[in-house]
């Protein structure tokens, strides 16, 4: 048999997939997160709404779920929980009927307050600076993903 230039790519690895590592730094996330939430009762998502909304409040499902990468459908549950727990209120916007605005509560708001028990930065085990370079870096990943996703539509 004549040896051949190709040789046969090896199967890759696991370890070796960029989507991979960033599913599991997300479940690693959640595991991190998980403690810290639980006392507040709040689960990630229920975390990152009342986030989103400490950023901007009186805002519509829409706009919000938006922000959030959620569909209404998704979403809905999420806020009429968060309602029921007293931390936001929902309500029809009275210019535009059709739409439902979020409104951070008192106490929704008084969560703000604990956002340094809330934060992971230490535990990332990053410098600061490699902190905010490696943020930079995945959402300029996902932006480029959903740009690439809409381009082939």
Same mark, same amino acid.
């Given at each position: 048999?004549?040896?051949?230039?190709?040789?046969?790519?090896?199967?890759?690895?696991?370890?070796?997939?960029?989507?991979?590592?960033?599913?599991?730094?997300?479940?690693?996330?959640?595991?991190?997160?998980?403690?810290?939430?639980?006392?507040?009762?709040?689960?990630?998502?229920?975390?990152?709404?009342?986030?989103?909304?400490?950023?901007?409040?009186?805002?519509?499902?829409?706009?919000?779920?938006?922000?959030?990468? /959620?569909?209404?459908?998704?979403?809905?549950?999420?806020?009429?929980?968060?309602?029921?727990?007293?931390? /936001? @209120?929902?309500?029809?916007?009275?210019?535009?009927?059709?739409?439902?605005?979020?409104?951070?509560?008192?106490?929704?708001?008084? %969560?703000?307050?604990?956002?340094?028990?809330?934060? %992971?930065?230490?535990?990332?085990?990053?410098?600061?600076?490699?902190?905010? @370079?490696?943020? @930079?870096?995945?959402?300029? %990943?996902?932006?480029?993903?959903?740009?690439?996703?809409?381009?082939?539509?």
């Amino acid at each position: 048999m004549k040896p051949t230039d190709k040789t046969p790519a090896a199967t890759p690895k696991l370890s070796d997939f960029l989507c991979f590592a960033v599913y599991s730094a997300n479940l690693a996330f959640g595991k991190a997160y998980k403690p810290v939430l639980e006392q507040l009762g709040l689960t990630y998502t229920q975390f990152i709404t009342i986030v989103a909304l400490w950023e901007d409040d009186n805002q519509t499902v829409g706009s919000l779920g938006e922000k959030l990468f /959620l569909e209404s459908n998704t979403l809905t549950p999420i806020l009429k929980k968060l309602e029921a727990m007293g931390y /936001l @209120q929902r309500q029809r916007d009275p210019e535009d009927e059709r739409q439902v605005r979020i409104r951070l509560t008192k106490e929704g708001r008084q %969560l703000r307050e604990r956002r340094a028990e809330l934060s %992971l930065a230490g535990a990332t085990g990053l410098e600061s600076d490699e902190f905010v @370079q490696l943020q @930079q870096s995945v959402v300029a %990943l996902r932006n480029n993903l959903i740009r690439s996703v809409k381009d082939r539509e």
